[in-house]
């Protein structure tokens, strides 16, 4: 092993990571669903977003502490749910970092997720109204 190989294991080994666990919330639209995660500190070149054969997004980010000295390391990993049929279209998914926050905006996959719900609930309401509307009461 060369010396730049074993300085450069040298340095990792000696690296410290700390767990964080930043900020997220969904926000739900008629268009497309939003996850907004709080990276403050992370630029682009310090996270990942991934969408695993699984059907999980998965986003993980990994940086320099501020006064961490080069050896001290903050890294975060989080996994969300998708609907079914969401992880199969990768390219309906759009990730943008602006000022500390980044946004993952789903086209419409939550939103026909919860279209189809609503449908189901509806349906089963009207046979419910079909089925005893048409029933006399005792009063009658």
């Keep these: 092993m ?7 294991a040298s340095r990792s080994r000696s690296r410290v990571l700390s767990e964080i666990d930043p900020h997220s919330e969904w926000i739900h639209g008629d268009e497309f669903d939003t996850l ?13 977003v991934q969408v695993e054969a699984s059907g999980s997004l998965r986003i993980s980010g990994e940086r320099a502490a501020v006064n961490g000295g080069g050896r001290h390391w903050l890294h975060f990993l989080k996994r969300f749910d998708l609907p079914p049929g969401a992880a199969g279209d990768a390219s309906a998914i759009k990730v943008q970092l602006d000022k500390g926050v980044l946004y993952v905006q789903l086209a419409g996959a939550l939103s ?4 189809v719900v609503l449908n189901v609930v509806i349906a089963v309401v009207l046979l419910w109204l079909v089925t005893f509307a048409s029933k006399p009461t005792k009063n009658e």
């Design 36 to 48: 907004v995660l709080d990276v403050t500190g992370f630029s682009k070149d310090h996270l990942k």
């Design 112 to 115: 026909r997720h919860r279209q």
């Design 2 to 8: 060369d010396q730049a190989a074993a300085a450069a």
